[in-house]
């Protein structure tokens, strides 16, 4: 894709032992990690900047590398399919 630029997000390491892979993102250390922002949409106007945001963390600990996305989209103008 012609709009396509490199981007780099560094992954933090946990100290934490604990990380739960249960949809909240609320260990200190997702707290601490940097977040990846400023995303674009595809549709309608592709390259336009996101019309919600969305933040994308990443941590990692000896056993796991973990992802964490929040999306603040408004739930009733998700598009679906069936």
Excluded: C, M
Excluded at 27 to 33: G, I, M, R
Excluded at 50 to 79: C, H, N, S
């Amino acid at each position: 894709h012609a709009l396509a630029q490199p981007k780099v997000l560094a992954a933090t390491r946990s100290s934490q032992h604990n990380i739960r892979i249960d949809g909240a993102l609320n260990e200190n250390s997702w707290a601490a990690a940097a977040a990846a922002t400023g995303f674009t949409q595809y549709f309608p106007a592709a390259g336009a900047a996101a019309t919600a945001a969305t933040e994308v963390k990443i941590l990692y600990d000896d056993d796991a590398v973990y992802i964490g996305a929040q999306l603040f989209d408004d739930p009733l103008q998700v598009r679906k399919q069936f």
